[in-house]
C-alpha cells in the first residue's frame, strides 16, 4: 500500500508528522519550488521549530506551578512571573507571524491563482494563450469573446501558477455575458495575483488616469502586474509616452508586450518570476 513504509516510519517514532508531510509533498512536488520547501520540511525544520515551541511551553508551565507550590515559601523569585508572561508573549507572536507565513506554505501547495482580468478585447485570451503555449482559450476579434472562466496550470520560474482567463468587464447586456462578467469578478476577489490588460493603443497617458483605469479592474490590496497589449501597433511616439507613464510609482510593475509578435514576453515572465518570490 502506498505510505505503508512512512507509517510504519512514523509509528516508531522515526519520523515526525511533519516530516511525513513533508515527504508527501515531496513525493507529489511538480516544480523546483515545491521541492524545496518540502525537502527543508523533510528535514526537520518544522518539527524543530515546533519541538522549540513546546519546550518553551513546558518551561512556562514549570515556572507557574512552582510559583504556585512554592511561592509562599519565599522560595521562588517575585519576578518569574513577569518572565513567563514576557516569554509566552514573544512566543505569541512568533506563532503569529508564522501562521502568517504559513500562507507561503499554502500557495506553494496548492499553486498561486493568478488572474487575467482587462476590458474585452485588449487580448486577454492570447496572453492565455501565449504564456501556456498552446490555444487553450478562444481568441476573436469580437469583443466578449470569453465568457466561461478558463484555467491552465503553469510552472513559473520554478512557481506552481494556475492561471485563469475571464470575461472582459464591462456592463454587459447579454444575459450569458453578464454571467461571464460575474465569475470574472468572483475569480478577482479570490486571485493571490492579477495580470491586469490593457490596449497599449488606446490607454490613458497620464498616470493618474491610467491608475483609474486599473483601479476599476483590480481589487486595491492584490498584487498586480500590468500589461500594455498589442505593443506592435504603436508608433514610436505613443510607445515613449506609454514606457514614461508606465514607470511612475504609484503604478504597478509595468511591461509593454505583444501577443502577436511576441515582443516584451521576456520581461513579463521576468516581472511574474520577480512578483511570485514576493507572494
Ligand atoms: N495587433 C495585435 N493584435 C492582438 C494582440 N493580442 C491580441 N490581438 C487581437 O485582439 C483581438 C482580441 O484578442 P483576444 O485575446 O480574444 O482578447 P480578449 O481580451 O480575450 O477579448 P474578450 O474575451 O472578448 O474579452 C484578436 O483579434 C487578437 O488577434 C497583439 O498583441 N497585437
Ligand atoms: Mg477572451
Redesign the pocket.
Known amino acids: 500500500e502506498p505510505g505503508e513504509f512512512t507509517r510504519r516510519a512514523f509509528h516508531r517514532g522515526k519520523l515526525d508528522l511533519t516530516a511525513a508531510e513533508g515527504l508527501r509533498d515531496l513525493i507529489h512536488a511538480e516544480t523546483e519550488a515545491q521541492r524545496q520547501q518540502a525537502l527543508r520540511q523533510m528535514e526537520g525544520e518544522l518539527g524543530r521549530l515546533y519541538q522549540q515551541w513546546g519546550e518553551t511551553l513546558t518551561q512556562a508551565l514549570a515556572h507557574i506551578e512552582a510559583y504556585i507550590d512554592f511561592s509562599e515559601d519565599d522560595n521562588v523569585e517575585e519576578e518569574v512571573l513577569s518572565q513567563v508572561d514576557a516569554a509566552v508573549q514573544t512566543l505569541e507572536q512568533e506563532i503569529a507571524a508564522h501562521l502568517q507565513d504559513g500562507r507561503r506554505g499554502e500557495l506553494l501547495r496548492s499553486g498561486v491563482r493568478a488572474v487575467i482580468a482587462?476590458?474585452?478585447?485588449?487580448?486577454?485570451?492570447?496572453?492565455l494563450?501565449l504564456l501556456c503555449q498552446r490555444p487553450a482559450?478562444?481568441?476573436?476579434?469580437?469583443?466578449?469573446?470569453?465568457r466561461d472562466v478558463v484555467e491552465v496550470s503553469l510552472n513559473v520560474s520554478g512557481y506552481p501558477v494556475v492561471l485563469s482567463?475571464t470575461?472582459?468587464l464591462r456592463d454587459a447586456t447579454d444575459p450569458i455575458e453578464q454571467e461571464g462578467v460575474s465569475r470574472a469578478r468572483d475569480r478577482l476577489q479570490h486571485a493571490d495575483l492579477v495580470l491586469a490588460?490593457l490596449d497599449a493603443t488606446t490607454v490613458p497617458t497620464e498616470p493618474a488616469e491610467l491608475g483609474a483605469a486599473l483601479g476599476s479592474l483590480v481589487p486595491p490590496t492584490t498584487p498586480c502586474i500590468l500589461v500594455l497589449?498589442?505593443?506592435?501597433?504603436l508608433g514610436g511616439h505613443t510607445r515613449a509616452l506609454c514606457d514614461a507613464c508606465a514607470h511612475r510609482p504609484p503604478l504597478p510593475p509595468t511591461t509593454l508586450?505583444?501577443?502577436?509578435?511576441g515582443e516584451g514576453t521576456d520581461s513579463l515572465l521576468q516581472l511574474l518570476g520577480q512578483q511570485l518570490a514576493q507572494l
Do not use: E, F, H
Open positions: 482587462g476590458p474585452p478585447n485588449v487580448g486577454k485570451s492570447s496572453l494563450n482559450a478562444i481568441v476573436s476579434p469580437v469583443a466578449g469573446t470569453t482567463d470575461a472582459g490588460v497589449n498589442k505593443a506592435d501597433l508586450l505583444s501577443c502577436k509578435t
